[in-house]
C-alpha cells in the first residue's frame, strides 16, 4: 500500500518551453503532496506544499510563478515549470502524505528533467 | 522551522562492519521517519516511530527513538553492498509536514 507514481520519469526539453509533471496516489487519498527538488548528492529541498482544492504554499524563494501547482483531485497534484531553463534542471520529487496518522510522507519515484 | 541535524554525512565501510547514524534535533517531533534512496529513484520509507523511547527492527537495521522524541538513530549491523545509499530522516511537524536532515550517504565495499 501507500504507493505514489510520477510521470515522466525523466523529460528532456528545450528552453523556454513548460513541462508538466504528475504526481498520483495510487491506492490511497492524498489531502496533502509535497513537491521538492533534490540536487546531487545532497538532502530533499521542499519546494511547496499542495493541498487539495486549495492555493499551494511556497517556500521561501520559490518562484510561484515560475513553478505552478494544481492538486485538483485527492489523488493527483501537478507541477508545471514554465519557461524553463537550464538552471531549472533538476531532479523533482513528489511525496504523499498518507492515512496512517503519523504524518508519513510517501515519495513518488522522482522526474529527472533536462533542459538544454 | 524546526532544524534536524544528521550525522554522519558520509561513511564508507567494509562490508560487514556495524554503523549506526545519528539524527538530533531540539525540537520535539510527533513522529520520525527514516528513508532509504538509491540514485535517480525516490526516497523508500524504511520505518517510522511515534512512542518516545520505542525500538524497531527491520532484518539486520535497528531504529531507536529518543525518550524525549528529539532524536533518533539507525543502526546497520553486519552491512552489505546493497544497504548503500543516502538514507535520510524526517521529523514530522505536524499538518502533514516534516524536516529532513542532510542525509547521509553510505558506501559499503565488498
Known amino acids: 500500500g501507500a504507493v505514489v507514481s510520477q510521470h515522466p520519469s525523466w523529460v528532456i526539453c528545450k528552453s523556454g518551453t513548460s513541462v508538466k509533471i504528475e504526481c498520483r496516489s495510487l491506492d490511497f487519498q492524498a489531502t496533502t503532496m509535497f513537491w521538492y527538488r533534490q540536487f546531487p548528492k545532497q538532502s530533499l529541498m521542499l519546494m511547496a506544499t499542495?493541498?487539495?482544492?486549495?492555493?499551494?504554499?511556497?517556500e521561501q524563494g520559490v518562484e510561484k510563478d515560475k513553478f505552478l501547482i494544481n492538486h485538483a483531485s485527492l489523488t493527483l497534484s501537478t507541477l508545471t515549470v514554465t519557461s524553463a531553463h537550464p538552471e531549472d534542471s533538476s531532479f523533482y520529487i513528489c511525496s504523499a502524505v498518507g492515512t496512517s496518522g503519523t504524518d508519513t510522507q510517501y515519495f513518488g519515484p522522482g522526474t529527472r528533467l533536462t533542459v538544454l | 522551522t524546526q532544524l534536524l541535524e544528521q550525522s554522519p554525512q558520509f561513511l564508507s565501510i567494509q562490508e560487514g562492519e556495524n554503523l549506526t547514524v545519528y539524527c538530533n534535533s531540539s525540537s520535539v517531533f510527533s513522529s520520525l521517519q527514516w528513508y532509504r534512496q538509491e540514485p535517480g529513484e525516490g526516497p523508500v520509507l524504511l520505518v517510522t516511530v511515534v512512542t518516545g523511547g520505542e525500538v524497531k527492527k527491520l532484518k539486520r537495521l535497528t531504529f531507536q527513538f529518543g525518550d524525549a522524541r528529539k532524536d533518533s538513530s539507525l543502526h546497520i549491523t553486519a552491512a552489505q553492498p546493497g544497504d548503500t545509499g543516502l538514507y535520510l530522516c524526517?521529523?514530522?511537524?505536524?499538518?502533514?509536514?516534516?524536516?529532513f536532515g542532510d542525509g547521509t550517504t553510505l558506501t559499503v565495499k565488498p
Open positions: 499542495s493541498n487539495e482544492g486549495s492555493k499551494a504554499t511556497y
Open positions: 524526517a521529523g514530522a511537524e505536524g499538518a502533514g509536514k516534516s524536516t
